[in-house]
């Protein structure tokens, strides 16, 4: 099947490591243009150089990030922005009396401002030429609070969701498709790098950090914790033609999860 992305001009957030790479990589194979956008600079140029994308290094969270971003990306293409994938995020395990207000705000600003400035800078301008597609990369945690994570986390997940859902009922009109998908444990660098989140249960549970991955990805129905790739591949197709006709949708991607049957 043709995912109908030649050409098209992509933004993806977060790009540098984990689901955010494996989105950028399969857009690439697609013969998609890519801005890679993340932080760290290192990291991000060498994974741009690697994938033949552009790159941005910028934190999203900041007020004019998004301005800069869409600017960039239609100066580096020569043309507006195609697609938006809202990937950039980041959790750990704290407890709800641990949770600053800082940690909130700093949670509230990434999840939810940074995905909102982007889609009020490129939704408008897709809507007006009649095609676009944004996903917004949410969590099982924004369907149903983690016990684990950090509630700041969830919390700010589950507004990502809502945020997502009135964008798309503002531009599915004008061929417009804004979505939202919900992943759970993935095998990315935030889970298995030194000191995030599988060290950080470590310490908490008193067990190895191999059995810390283990042992929470065989919570999931399916029994393991997934590939980045199997996150990515979902996103891609979102924002491909073939889902022109999804539009509001938050599509778990959790091995079964998300205990619901709509
Ligand atoms: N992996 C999972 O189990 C899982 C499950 C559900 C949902 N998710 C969601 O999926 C998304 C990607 O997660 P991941 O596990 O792939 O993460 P990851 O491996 O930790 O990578 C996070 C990426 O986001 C970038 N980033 C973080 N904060 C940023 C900021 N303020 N501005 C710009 N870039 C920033 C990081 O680079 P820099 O640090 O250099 O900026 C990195 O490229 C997140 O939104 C996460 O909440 C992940």
Same mark, same amino acid.
């Not at 922005?81 to 709800?96: F, M, P, S, T, Y």
């Not at 498709?177 to 759970?184: D, E, H, L």
């Given at each position: 099947?043709?995912?109908?992305?030649?050409?098209?001009?992509?933004?993806?957030?977060?790009?540098?490591?984990?689901?955010?790479?494996?989105?950028?990589?399969?857009?690439?194979?697609?013969?998609?243009?890519?801005?890679?956008?993340?932080?760290?600079?290192?990291?991000?140029?060498?994974?741009?150089?690697?994938?033949?994308?552009? %790159?941005?290094?910028?934190?999203?969270?900041?007020?004019?990030?998004?301005?800069?971003?869409?600017?960039?990306?239609?100066?580096?293409?020569?043309?507006?922005?195609?697609?938006?994938?809202?990937?950039?995020?980041?959790?750990?395990?704290?407890?709800?009396?641990?949770?600053?207000?800082?940690?909130?705000?700093?949670?509230?600003?990434?999840?939810?401002?940074?995905?909102?400035?982007?889609?009020?800078?490129?939704?408008?301008?897709?809507?007006?030429?009649?095609?676009?597609?944004?996903?917004?990369? /949410?969590?099982?945690?924004?369907?149903?609070?983690?016990?684990?994570?950090?509630?700041?986390? /969830?919390?700010?997940?589950?507004?990502?969701?809502?945020?997502?859902?009135?964008?798309?009922?503002?531009?599915?009109?004008?061929?417009?498709?804004?979505?939202?998908?919900?992943?759970?444990?993935?095998? /990315?660098?935030?889970?298995?790098?030194?000191?995030?989140?599988?060290?950080?249960?470590?310490?908490?549970?008193?067990?190895?950090?191999?059995?810390?991955?283990?042992?929470?990805?065989?919570?999931?129905?399916?029994?393991?914790?997934?590939?980045?790739?199997?996150?990515?591949?979902?996103?891609?197709?979102?924002?491909?033609?073939?889902?022109?006709?999804?539009?509001?949708?938050? %599509?778990?991607?959790?091995?079964?999860?998300?205990?619901?049957?709509?």
């Amino acid at each position: 099947m043709d995912l109908g992305l030649h050409d098209r001009a992509c933004i993806v957030t977060g790009a540098s490591k984990g689901i955010g790479l494996a989105v950028s990589r399969l857009l690439i194979s697609e013969g998609a243009r890519v801005l890679m956008v993340a932080r760290g600079e290192e990291a991000l140029r060498a994974a741009a150089a690697e994938l033949g994308a552009e %790159w941005l290094a910028l934190d999203v969270s900041r007020p004019t990030a998004a301005a800069e971003i869409v600017a960039a990306c239609e100066q580096r293409f020569g043309g507006a922005v195609d697609v938006l994938v809202n990937n950039a995020g980041r959790a750990e395990i704290k407890d709800l009396d641990e949770l600053t207000d800082e940690d909130w705000q700093r949670d509230w600003d990434l999840h939810v401002m940074a995905s909102m400035r982007l889609m009020r800078e490129t939704c408008p301008k897709m809507a007006a030429r009649g095609w676009g597609r944004v996903v917004n990369v /949410s969590s099982s945690s924004g369907k149903r609070p983690s016990g684990s994570l950090a509630m700041s986390y /969830s919390v700010t997940k589950a507004a990502q969701l809502s945020l997502s859902r009135a964008f798309a009922d503002k531009y599915a009109a004008d061929g417009v498709r804004v979505n939202a998908i919900a992943p759970g444990m993935a095998l /990315s660098e935030g889970w298995t790098g030194d000191g995030q989140l599988g060290d950080q249960l470590s310490t908490r549970l008193g067990i190895g950090r191999e059995e810390v991955l283990r042992s929470q990805g065989a919570r999931s129905p399916i029994g393991r914790a997934l590939e980045v790739d199997e996150i990515a591949r979902i996103a891609v197709v979102l924002c491909s033609e073939l889902a022109s006709g999804v539009a509001g949708a938050a %599509w778990s991607v959790d091995g079964g999860t998300w205990v619901s049957i709509v």
